[in-house]
């Protein structure tokens, strides 16, 4: 959900580098399309009690959150800067939804980090 966020506001918002903007939606795409076929794998039953889907599960969720974390830190610092460079009211919808798009990038690494984390301790049990 965090992850649909982010991809809305940044499409929707101004971005004042390119590259960050198709980093940021290629991470929240990618991610997003990973996340929701694997869903689809577990309830349709595919992985058949199997452990390197544990494993896989592991790969998939660490990647996750390394991606998000560097999309997070490039919008943070890319916003911050674009609004002290454009001396910009901090109370324009432009720079709100850069912001909003911030807050909701770090929230999807922090998902993504404690889903890892219970990944990690069920691939360790198992």
Known sequence: IFGGLVWILVAASMVPAPIVQGWVMFVSVFCFVMTITLLCLYLCGAHGGSSSWVTLDVICQETAALFYLSAAVLEAFFTIGYAVNAQ?????LIYQENVAAV???FL??????VHSVYSLRRWKSS
Do not use: G, Q, R
């Not at 999807?108 to 980090?113: D, E, G, I, K, P």
């Open 108 to 113: 999807a690494t922090l998902v993504y980090v």
């Open 103 to 105: 807050v909701f990038a």
């Open 88 to 92: 910009i009211d901090p109370f324009k």
